[in-house]
């Protein structure tokens, strides 16, 4: 019931405001930017019982797993990623 609160309202301010983001995630999956001096670290945080898949608009690095993402991560049930724009 509370993440359909939240879901909403953020659908509405976004309706309402014009505000995009470059990354589109699923349900259940929450992306937090925190901007470094050497360029941003996304957290990707799947809150989900179920696998959920992530288009990429760039190459990036886990800094958890040190795999490289190219055009999409998959995330697994309760998983997170640390990723950083590869240079």
Known sequence: ????FYYDLLTWLHA???ISSSLEVPEE?????????KGDVLFFLNH???EKRVKL???YKDLLSGKTY?????????????LVEKS
């Open 1 to 4: 019931m509370e993440n359909k």
């Open 16 to 18: 309402r405001t014009k």
């Open 29 to 37: 999956v929450e992306l937090i930017r925190r901007p470094t001096e």
């Open 48 to 50: 989900g019982e179920k």
């Open 57 to 59: 608009n760039q190459e």
């Open 70 to 82: 190219r055009e999409f991560i998959d995330s697994k049930e309760k998983e997170v990623a640390c």
